[in-house]
């Protein structure tokens, strides 16, 4: 064979790893160009993450405000509760013509009543006499009414901000108000009863309460639970009677009276001695 023919069918490798550099500078280039994908989706996932931690922790926080306003709104309602057991205790040996204010005559608007006694509660904060006048203007004109104060005979009174009652410690506080009970004179005018053994008593429980003059408190008084409470109380004497056991004389078992005996002839129902 002819050395020139063997020599030209030798094929050089050369030109054949030409393409290749081709390919892989191409595929340099292409992955230069991908350059910082994975910091931006590692920034993306980062602040997915920040979002959800921020959100979780917010609930968190909202649900904890949550429960512990709940929980002093509950204590509250019991220092409520608490404060009308202990002002119907006070008021069942109590004068009430002496906590009560004067009664005011009849009149289309009513004056502002005069409170018997105004004394500070035992952290000298000033008496909360007529509290929520304001709001009361058109109607009987002195709020809640004056503060239970049943005179310096009694250690507990006046019955504002008391935080311990009988050696039992509260976990807030109540105060107490009394005030006479409306009613109308029949000629579209309003008046105050002139009945010493009628009254109302409002309570009002709040929670928490740190023992101090309210001045000092802001934060405290700015973000207490409130609950009131009223009830209307009757001064009468109760009458003792032989048969405590008598049941009521009508079908629903009303009409209930201890100092009167069994009718049948008042009974609806049928009455059989038959055995």
Same mark, same amino acid.
């Given at each position: 064979?002819?050395?020139?023919?063997?020599?030209?069918?030798t094929?050089?490798?050369?030109?054949?790893?030409?393409?290749n550099?081709?390919?892989n500078?191409?595929?340099?280039?292409?992955?230069?160009?991908?350059?910082?994908?994975?910091?931006?989706?590692?920034?993306l996932?980062?602040?997915?993450?920040?979002?959800?931690?921020?959100?979780?922790?917010?609930?968190?926080?909202?649900?904890?405000?949550?429960?512990?306003?709940?929980?002093?709104?509950?204590?509250a309602?019991?220092?409520?509760?608490?404060?009308?057991?202990?002002?119907?205790?006070?008021?069942?040996?109590a004068?009430?013509?002496?906590?009560?204010?004067?009664?005011?005559?009849?009149?289309?608007?009513?004056?502002?009543?005069?409170?018997?006694?105004?004394?500070?509660?035992?952290?000298?904060?000033?008496?909360?006499? %007529?509290?929520? @006048?304001?709001?009361d203007? *058109?109607?009987?004109?002195?709020?809640?009414? !004056?503060?239970? #104060?049943? &005179?310096? +005979?009694?250690?507990?009174?006046?019955?504002?901000?008391?935080?311990? %009652?009988?050696? @039992?410690?509260?976990?807030? *506080?109540?105060?107490?108000?009394?005030?006479? !009970?409306?009613? #109308?004179? &029949?000629? +579209?005018?309003?008046?105050?009863?002139?009945?010493?053994?009628?009254?109302?008593?409002?309570a009002?429980?709040?929670?928490?309460?740190?023992?101090?003059?309210?001045?000092?408190?802001?934060?405290?008084?700015?973000?207490?639970?409130?609950?009131?409470?009223?009830?209307?109380?009757?001064?009468?004497?109760?009458?003792?009677?032989?048969?405590?056991?008598?049941?009521?004389?009508?079908?629903?078992?009303?009409?209930f009276?201890?100092?009167?005996?069994?009718?049948?002839?008042?009974?609806?129902?049928?009455?059989?001695?038959a055995?």
């Open positions: 064979m002819n050395p020139m023919m063997n020599m030209n069918s094929s050089d490798p050369r030109p054949e790893e030409a393409p550099c081709m390919q500078q191409k595929t340099h280039a292409k992955r230069a160009g991908e350059g910082g994908f994975a910091l931006i989706l590692a920034i996932a980062l602040m997915l993450l920040t979002f959800l931690g921020l959100t979780l922790a917010a609930t968190t926080s909202t649900e904890l405000q949550i429960a512990t306003n709940y929980r002093w709104s509950q204590q309602l019991y220092n409520a509760q608490a404060g009308l057991e202990v002002g119907k205790l006070s008021l069942m040996t004068d009430w013509t002496t906590i009560l204010p004067a009664p005011r005559p009849a009149a289309t608007a009513l004056a502002s009543a005069v409170a018997p006694l105004s004394r500070t509660d035992q952290f000298g904060n000033a008496s909360r006499n %007529f509290e929520a @006048q304001s709001c203007t *058109a109607v009987g004109n002195e709020g809640y009414g !004056v503060v239970l #104060d049943t &005179g310096t +005979g009694d250690a507990s009174a006046p019955y504002q901000n008391v935080t311990a %009652f009988r050696g @039992q410690t509260l976990n807030g *506080a109540f105060t107490l108000w009394v005030r006479r !009970v409306l009613i #109308d004179n &029949g000629a +579209g005018q309003r008046m105050d009863d002139t009945d010493n053994g009628n009254l109302v008593m409002t009002e429980g709040t929670a928490p309460y740190t023992a101090g003059n309210n001045g000092t408190l802001a934060f405290t008084q700015a973000n207490r639970a409130v609950r009131i409470l009223e009830m209307r109380l009757t001064n009468t004497p109760l009458n003792d009677c032989p048969r405590p056991d008598q049941e009521g004389l009508n079908s629903s078992g009303s009409g009276n201890t100092c009167n005996p069994l009718d049948p002839s008042k009974d609806p129902r049928t009455f059989s001695t055995r």
